[in-house]
C-alpha cells in the first residue's frame, strides 16, 4: 500500500520531497492519509474519495473549488489568513482537481494545515460555542454566492428520499436481517410523519435553501491552540440545502454525551449546557440572515438529523452494510441502538431545547 501510496502522490503538485504516508482520522466514508514531506516544505492530506457513494467526483472536486474560492476571497478581505482559514484544494501535476489510477479510484489533496487540534466531543460549552461559530461565520461567508453548486448527493438530507431507500432496502431484505430488528424498524416507523413534515417545509419553500455543508460533526473543524473555531474542512457534502442539516448535525455530534457508537448506552444522552453553547455561537453568527422559519426549527432539526442517522445505520444494517465502513457485523446495528438512545434524550429535553433558542433569540435581537 505505501509504495501505491507514494506512486500516487507523483501525480499530486506537491512542494517539496514526501518522506512519509500514514493513514490518518476516523471517517466512515473515504480513506484519508497524511503526506509529509522533507524540512519545510508544507505537509498534505490524501483522500481516496469513495466512488460507491460519490458518483461524480470530478463535480464534488468543483463544488470544493467554488466553496474555497467565495471563502477565500472573504478571508482575505477580512483581513485573515486564507491558507489556514480555509481549506486549499492541491491540484495535479496537470492542474486537475483530482486524480484517476489505474483501477478507477479517484483521488484528491489538499493542504495540510498545522499547529490545530481536532475533538471528537466537545469537552466545555465555550468549545461549542466556538464551533458554532464556526459554522454560523461559514454560512454567513457562503450567504451571498452566487455560483450554483452541483447536487452531488440527490436527496442526501431529503427525508422523502430516506424513505424511500428505506421502503426499498425492507422490501429487498437483502442479507435476511430484517425479521431480527422488528422493534428497531418500529422506532423509525411511529415517527415517519413528524420527519417527512419538516422536509415538506423546505420543499415549499417556507424554509430556505442555502449553500450548506451537511456534515458538520466536531471532527469535522479544526481548532488552534487556544481553543478558537479555525476551519471547517470534509468539504465532500457542500451543496445547496437548508442550513437546519448543519445546525442539527452539529448538536448530534457536539452534545452527545457518549460515542457515536457506544456500547454502554448510560453514557449517551444530551449535554444541555453543550447544546446551550453551540446554539450560542451559532446565532451570534446567523442572527443577521436567519429567517423565522429557520429559527422556528432549529431544536427540531436536531432531532430530524439524529433520527436520520439512526434510519441510515439500520437501512445499512438490514443492507448488509455496503454504505458505512464496519469494524464488525453488529457495528451497524450498535451505532442504531447509540443514536437511538440520543434521539430519545433529545425528545424528553425537547421543551427546554425550544426553550434556550427563544431565549438567545431575545438576547440578540
Ligand atoms: C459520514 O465519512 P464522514 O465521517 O465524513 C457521512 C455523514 C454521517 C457520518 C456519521 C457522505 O461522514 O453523513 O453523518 O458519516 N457522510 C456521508 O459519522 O454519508
Ligand atoms: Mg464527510
Redesign the pocket.
Known amino acids: 500500500m505505501e509504495e501505491t501510496l507514494f506512486k500516487i502522490s507523483e501525480n499530486f503538485a506537491f512542494e517539496g520531497t514526501v518522506k512519509e504516508i500514514r493513514p490518518l482520522g ?5 480513506d484519508t492519509f497524511l503526506v509529509e514531506t522533507e524540512g519545510n516544505s508544507p505537509n498534505y492530506i490524501l483522500q481516496r474519495k469513495n466512488k460507491n ?2 458518483k461524480d467526483i470530478p463535480a464534488m472536486m468543483e463544488n470544493i473549488y467554488k466553496v474555497t474560492s467565495h471563502l477565500k476571497k472573504k478571508i482575505v478581505a477580512q483581513g485573515g489568513d486564507p491558507l489556514r482559514e480555509a481549506l486549499t484544494v492541491t491540484p495535479t501535476i496537470d492542474g486537475k482537481l483530482y486524480f484517476k489510477d489505474k483501477e478507477d479510484q479517484y483521488w484528491a489533496a489538499c493542504l495540510r494545515i498545522e499547529d490545530t487540534i481536532t475533538y471528537e466531543y466537545a469537552d466545555s460549552p465555550a468549545l461549542a460555542a466556538q464551533g458554532g461559530k464556526g459554522i454560523g461565520k461559514f454560512q454567513a461567508m457562503l450567504a451571498d454566492m452566487k455560483e450554483p453548486l452541483s447536487d452531488i ?1 440527490p436527496g ?1 438530507h431529503n427525508m422523502r428520499f430516506r424513505f424511500q431507500q428505506w421502503d426499498d432496502v425492507l422490501k429487498k431484505d437483502p442479507a435476511g436481517r430484517k425479521a431480527e430488528v422488528q422493534e428497531e424498524i418500529n422506532w423509525i416507523e411511529s415517527r415517519r410523519e413528524e420527519m417527512l413534515a419538516l422536509w415538506a417545509k423546505a420543499e415549499s419553500g417556507e424554509i430556505p435553501t442555502r449553500v450548506t455543508h ?2 458538520t ?1 466536531i ?2 473543524i479544526l481548532f488552534d491552540k487556544q481553543g478558537n473555531v479555525l476551519c471547517v474542512i ?1 468539504l ?2 457542500v451543496l445547496s440545502s437548508i442550513v437546519l442539516n448543519d445546525y442539527g ?1 452539529a448538536i448530534r455530534s457536539y452534545t452527545n454525551a457518549g460515542k ?1 457508537d457506544d456500547e454502554n448506552l448510560d453514557n449517551v444522552y444530551v449535554k444541555m449546557d453543550i447544546f446551550e453553547g453551540y446554539t450560542s455561537g451559532y446565532l451570534s453568527e446567523t442572527i443577521s440572515f436567519i429567517t423565522p422559519a429557520e429559527i422556528e426549527n432549529l431544536a427540531f432539526s436536531a432531532k430530524y438529523i439524529t433520527f436520520e ?1 439512526v434510519l ?1 445505520f439500520l437501512m445499512d444494517y438490514i443492507d448488509g452494510d455496503n ?2 465502513k464496519v469494524k464488525n457485523e453488529k457495528h451497524n446495528l450498535v451505532r442504531t441502538h447509540a443514536q437511538y438512545k440520543l434521539l430519545q434524550s433529545m425528545e424528553e429535553n425537547y421543551d427546554k431545547m425550544c426553550q434556550i433558542v427563544d431565549d438567545l433569540v431575545k438576547k440578540l435581537k
Open positions: 476516523e471517517g466512515l466514508i473515504n457513494i460519490f448527493l442526501f451537511n456534515d460533526k471532527s469535522n470534509d465532500d457534502t448535525d457515536e442517522q441510515r454504505y458505512y
